[in-house]
Structure formats: C-alpha cells, structure tokens
C-alpha cells in the first residue's frame, strides 16, 4: 500500500526557533492534510492542500503541497511551549478512493 | 455544538473478552472510520463505513468487527482474537469518502489488557 515518510522524527526546540517537517512519498497524491495531536487527544485539522505548488499558511503555520505531488512541508514560525504534540501528514488519493495514509508523526518539544 | 464523541475514554479487556467501544457523531456526516494509533507510530485504518449498512476493512481489519445500523453511530468491536489489541484507538468522519475531504476526529479511547 501507500506509505509516508515523515521527518524528523521528533523535535527539541528553543522557544521562538522556526520548525521545519516533511512528509515524502513514492506515490503522488491529490490532496495533503496536516494534523496535531496533543496527549489523549484526537488530531485537530492544522492545514489543507489541494494543488501541487499550494502554499497556505494558518497563523504561524505555513504549509506546501510540494511541484511534484509526492511530497508536503509544514513550517512553525516563532514557536510557542504550546505548539508542543505530535504533528501528523496525510495523504490522499484518487487510487486509493480518498482514504487517507498518515506519516508516523513528528514530535515536537519546546522549551521556554 | 457539532462534533464526534467516543466512549468510553479507558477500557481495560480480559483475556478472551470482546469489548465495544462508541462513536457517535452529530456532524451529519455519511462516511465514518476507525483507526488504531500505536506509540510511535501513525495511524491505521480498521474499518470504514461509506453509508448506513455498508461497511469496508481497511488496513488491519483482522480481529475486528464494525456495524453501522444508524447513520450517527459506528461501534467497534475488538475481538478475542486480536491479539493485540492496546492502542488509542480514534473514530473519525467525513462529508463522505472521497479525496479533498477533511477527517474530523474524537478524543480517542485507549484500550489496555488485563
């Protein structure tokens, strides 16, 4: 099946430092989702891409739906002891009917 | 306000018990998931459900079983013979299952053996 490849596999930070993740693929995929889970809880939806070369941001959050469609980047900006839990990608495509295939998960720590 | 509740929040199994876990949500939503989370590691689809009496094994479906008799709610079951069954386990929904749609996840139950 598909798989995600997701880097780095955690995080320590200074707060105020900007953050850098990634997600690659072998396949190509239509629609890109990252997600943050905080301990115990369910992930919450950070940011959607629908088209290749889509840049959106979300506050501090900006994210990109890499040219070549296998590959997603969520940028942090200025970070903050609550940006800390585990950021998820997600990816979906039309060979897989929509169903989403999850990266193993970046954790991200933050030390005031 | 809309959203998807899962219950309970902690379940403890015995040996060669069955147990349930619920979800229920109030999104209007037609398609509806389980996935398994492991520490460490992402998440797994179990089952899904595109409509009310309709349901599809995902990835690891083995030692699960699912029914969807109302649109609202889509119960688990973890079988006896899953064995290996703790993990977070989060149920999620969608519009319906299709690409551009976006997961809306409940608060997760994490199920431990005795």
């Known amino acids: 099946g598909q798989q995600l490849n997701q880097s780095p596999q955690s995080m320590f930070i200074q707060e105020g430092e900007d953050v850098s993740m990634n997600c690659t693929s072998s396949?190509?995929?239509?629609?890109w989702l990252w997600y943050k889970q905080e301990p115990g809880e369910g992930p919450v939806l950070l940011i959607a891409l629908y088209k290749a070369g889509e840049l959106t941001s979300n506050g501090r959050l900006t994210a990109q739906f890499g040219i070549t469609r296998k590959d997603s980047f969520l940028n942090i900006s200025a970070s903050i002891p609550s940006d800390v839990g585990i950021y998820f990608c997600a990816g979906q495509s039309r060979t897989n009917a929509g169903k989403s295939t999850f990266g193993d998960g970046t954790t991200l720590t933050v030390k005031p | 306000d809309g959203g998807i509740t899962q219950s309970p929040k902690y379940l403890f199994r015995k040996e060669g018990q069955n147990v349930t876990l619920s979800c229920e949500q109030n999104?209007?939503?037609?398609?509806m998931y389980w996935y398994r989370q492991d520490p460490g590691q992402g998440l797994r689809l179990i089952y899904y459900s595109q409509i009310v009496n309709d349901f599809q094994k995902g990835d690891i479906a083995e030692g699960y079983s699912v029914s969807r008799e109302k649109k609202e709610s889509f119960p688990l079951t973890v079988t006896s013979a899953q064995k290996n069954p703790t993990a977070f386990y989060l149920c999620a929904s969608t519009p319906r299952v299709e690409v551009g749609q976006k997961l809306f996840f409940g608060s997760g139950t994490q199920l431990s053996v005795l």
């Open positions: 999104l209007n939503h037609d398609a």
């Open positions: 396949s190509i995929f239509n629609t």
